[in-house]
C-alpha cells in the first residue's frame, strides 16, 4: 500500500506539471463506483439516480449470475447464457460516456484519497507501457481522459476516483483448510463453474465406455460427489440425478444404472428448513438414486477423498459447496472486519474502521474460521461476535459502504444469501439517491432485513418451500406444486423479459427433446 501511494503521488506531481485533470474530479456530478457485478452491486447499479450520480462499476465479470438456476446449467436443463445477464442490460444508462464499465479486478483501495486501485491483466507487448509510473492517456468513446496507470508484473495497474464507494465483491467457497479441495474439487458459484462440471461430467460419461477400460476405473470415472448439504448441493444432486434417469437411461441404460451419486453431509440436509421438509428431502433424494453420507471430509487427493472416520471414496467429479468465506481482497482491505474476516458494518451499510490497527494496515481476522466442515449452511452461516465492546468504538468511514456477502454488521449479523444482497442494494441506492446534491446527508431509517423465505428443487419435478419470518408461524410445503411455484418465481425474478424469455425456452426444449450432451 506505501508504495502505490509513493506512485499515486509521483502521478499527481506529473499530472499537475503537465496540467492533467483526470477525468473523474472534472464531472459536475459525484462520482459512484460500485466494485462487483453480483447480486448487491448489480441492484445498487440497477436503481441508483444516474441524473444525480455519474457511475463507474469495476469488476473482471461483466455479468450478474442468476444463482438460483446455476445448477439447472450444470446439466443443461437450461443454458449458461439464460442465466448471465449482461451489466449494460441491467443499467443501460452504462452506454453513456460519462458513466464506465472497467472489466478489472480490484485490488485496494485508499479511502484517505479516495481512490480505488485496479488490475486489468496483462497486455500484448506491443500495447504494454514503456515506463513503471507514466500516465497513460485513456481513449474512451472518443475521447481522451487522463489516467493514473503503470506496469508491474502481474499486468496493468490503474487508480480510479470516486465520491461515493458501493463494495459488493461477493465471497469464496470455503475449504475449511482441507487438504486438495481447491486442487481436486469443483466449486459452484460462477457459470465458468458449472460449465467446468458439465465438461468434467461429459467427458467422463465419454470415457467409462472406452474398451480397455479397468471396471475400478470405470466406476470412478461414474461417480459423482457431493460435498455439502445446503441448498447447491442438494439441488446440484437433484438435477444430476434427474438428468441420468431421464435422459442418460435413453441413451445407454447400462452405463446409466452404473452411475452413482453420493452426497455427503456433516449434520442434516437443508438444515435451515424445518423438519419435515429435511425428512421429505432426504427421502426424495434417496428414491432418486442419491446415496446419503454423513461424514467429515479429512482430506481429497486426485480422484479420491478420505473422510475422519478413515473410509475412502473414488470420484471421477466432486463438488464441493459447504459454505462460504471471505475473499482475500476482502481480508486485505484496511477497515475492520468480524472475527469471520468479513468488513465490518454499521446498520446504514456504512464501512467502519477500528483505531487500533494491525502493522499491517487492517484489524486481525480469521480469514476462514468456520463452525466446521460441511455445516450446511452455506446460505445460514451465523456469525460468532461475541465481545461486544471490541467494536464499540469503530466509526464509519466517510462515502465507503459495503452489501452482500463480503460485509456483516457485528451485531446483527445477516446470512449470506442472495436476497440479503439485493435488499442490501436496493436500501443503499434509496439513500444514496435522497442525500444525492444535498449539503446535510437526510436522516435516513437503518437497513432491516425481511426474510422472504427459502426454496430449494431436489430433482424429479419436486421442490421443498418454506415462507415466513423465522420468529414467525412459517408456511412450507413439498412435491410437484412446491416444484412449479418454485420455477415461476425464479422466472419472474430474472432481471430482463430477454432471459426470461431464454430460459422458459431452454425448460421447453429440455421437456420436449431431453437435455443436449454435447462436449464443447
Known amino acids: 500500500m506505501q508504495r502505490s501511494r509513493q506512485l499515486l503521488l509521483r502521478l499527481r506531481l506529473q499530472a499537475q506539471a503537465e496540467g492533467l485533470v483526470d477525468g473523474a474530479w472534472s464531472q459536475q456530478q459525484q462520482r459512484l463506483v460500485i466494485l462487483g457485478t453480483g447480486w448487491g452491486g448489480a441492484r445498487v447499479a440497477r436503481d441508483i439516480d444516474t441524473s444525480k450520480y ?28 439464460s442465466v448471465t445477464v449482461p451489466i449494460v442490460d441491467i443499467q443501460p444508462k452504462l452506454q453513456q460516456p460519462q458513466n464506465f464499465y472497467y472489466a478489472a479486478s480490484c485490488k485496494g483501495i485508499h479511502p484517505e484519497d479516495r481512490l480505488v486501485e485496479c488490475c486489468s491483466g496483462k497486455l500484448p507487448a506491443a500495447q504494454a507501457l514503456p515506463l513503471a509510473g507514466t500516465l497513460a492517456p485513456n481513449q474512451t468513446r472518443g475521447h481522451t481522459r487522463q489516467a493514473h496507470a503503470w506496469m508491474n508484473e502481474d499486468g496493468l495497474r490503474f487508480f480510479v476516483e470516486y465520491d461515493k464507494l458501493a463494495i459488493s465483491t461477493g465471497s469464496q467457497g470455503s475449504t475449511f483448510g482441507i487438504p486438495g479441495v481447491e486442487q481436486y474439487t469443483h466449486f459452484l458459484r460462477d457459470a465458468s463453474h458449472s460449465t467446468a462440471i458439465r465438461s468434467t461430467l461429459v467427458d467422463n460419461w465419454n470415457k467409462a465406455n472406452i474398451p480397455g477400460r479397468s471396471p475400478l476405473d470405470r466406476d470412478r470415472l461414474l461417480h459423482v460427489v457431493v460435498v455439502g448439504g445446503g441448498p447447491t448441493g442438494v439441488e446440484f444432486a437433484g438435477e444430476l440425478a434427474d438428468f441420468i434417469n431421464r435422459d442418460l437411461r435413453k441413451i445407454d441404460p447400462s452405463r446409466a444404472r452404473d452411475m452413482r451419486i453420493t452426497l455427503i453431509e456433516a449434520n442434516e440436509l437443508l438444515g435451515s428448513f424445518d423438519a419435515r421438509l429435511r425428512e421429505y428431502t432426504a427421502r426424495k433424494l434417496v428414491k432418486e438414486g442419491v446415496q446419503l453420507v454423513k461424514g467429515v471430509v479429512k482430506e481429497v487427493t486426485e480422484g479420491e477423498l478420505e473422510l475422519q472416520d478413515g473410509s475412502r471414496i473414488p470420484f471421477g467429479l466432486c463438488v464441493w459447496s459447504t459454505g462460504v468465506g471471505p475473499t482475500p481482497f476482502t481480508v486485505s482491505l484496511p477497515f475492520a472486519k468480524t472475527p469471520r474476516g468479513r468488513l465490518a458494518i454499521d446498520d446504514k451499510l456504512r464501512v467502519l474502521m477500528a483505531p487500533r490497527l494491525q502493522p499491517d494496515g487492517h484489524v486481525q481476522a480469521d480469514a476462514d474460521r468456520g ?80 426474510h422472504l423465505g427459502s426454496m430449494a428443487s431436489i430433482g424429479g419435478a419436486s421442490a421443498v418451500i418454506e415462507l415466513g419470518e423465522a420468529k414467525q408461524r412459517k408456511l412450507s410445503w413439498a412435491g410437484f406444486s412446491s416444484w412449479v411455484a418454485w420455477r415461476s418465481a425464479y422466472l419472474t425474478r430474472l432481471g430482463t423479459m430477454k432471459h426470461r424469455m431464454y430460459v422458459a425456452g431452454d425448460w421447453a426444449l429440455t421437456l420436449l427433446f431431453g437435455r443436449d450432451i454435447s462436449r464443447w
Open 54 to 81: 455519474d457511475i463507474t462499476i469495476i469488476s473482471p465479470r461483466n455479468h450478474m449470475v442468476f444463482t438460483p438456476l446455476l445448477a439447472s446449467t450444470c446439466v443443461g436443463t437450461i443454458e449458461s447464457r
Open 371 to 450: 463452525p466446521g466442515p460441511q455445516q450446511v449452511s452455506e446460505v445460514h452461516m451465523r456469525q460468532d461476535e461475541e465481545d461486544a465492546s471490541l467494536h464499540k468504538d469503530w466509526k464509519p468511514v466517510g462515502n465507503v459502504y459495503a452489501l452482500g456477502d463480503c460485509c456483516a454488521n457485528p451485531d446483527t449479523p445477516l446470512p449470506a444469501l442472495a436476497q440479503v444482497a439485493e435488499q442490501q442494494g436496493k436500501y443503499l441506492a434509496r439513500c444514496l439517491n435522497e442525500e444525492a446534491g444535498k449539503l446535510e446527508a437526510p436522516q435516513l431509517p437503518p437497513f432491516v432485513y425481511k
